[in-house]
């Protein structure tokens, strides 16, 4: 699991320095707990105790840390990006409600043995694959 450490290695050794706006940004992030958030959700948060912090800066930053492999952009097909730090927990996969657009993550080792399975017989190597299913959650199926 991705802390606040490693990621302030990550940000020096490629000459980035952790700034206090980045390191808010970081945090939020880090203590998402699972949310995947997008650049507007984090600026709701920072603005309370930072009220000089613009959205455009949130944007930038997360921009850099998408450069820089820190944290993952993800694309649930709504009108705005959401991220979460690169590295939280096993690689994992999204099922999205179409009703209330809550989001499950999910590991299957079945999907992994496919993968795998996929590289051997036609020779190719996957450098990334992206998995979302679409349905309805427990609580709107009902």
């Known amino acids: 699991m991705a802390d606040l450490n490693s990621l302030k290695n990550i940000l020096a050794a490629n000459n ?26 984090i600026y709701e948060i920072l603005k309370e105790d930072n009220p000089g912090i613009g959205l455009a800066t949130v944007y930038r930053t ?9 944290v993952q952009e993800l694309d649930f097909d709504e ?41 051997q017989e036609y020779n190719f190597e996957v450098t990334e694959h992206k998995m979302k299913f679409y349905g309805y959650c427990k609580d709107c199926k009902e």
């Open 16 to 41: 980035y320095k952790l700034t206090s706006q980045r390191k808010q940004i970081l945090k939020v992030l880090l203590d998402s707990q699972g949310e995947h958030l997008s650049a507007e959700d």
């Open 62 to 70: 997360l921009e850099l840390f998408c450069e820089l492999g820190l």
């Open 79 to 119: 009108e705005r990006k959401r991220y979460e730090v690169e590295g939280e927990g096993a690689h994992h996969h999204h099922l999205i409600c179409l009703n209330c657009n809550k989001i499950i993550e999910f590991n299957d080792e079945i999907l992994e043995d496919f993968e795998q399975n996929l590289q």
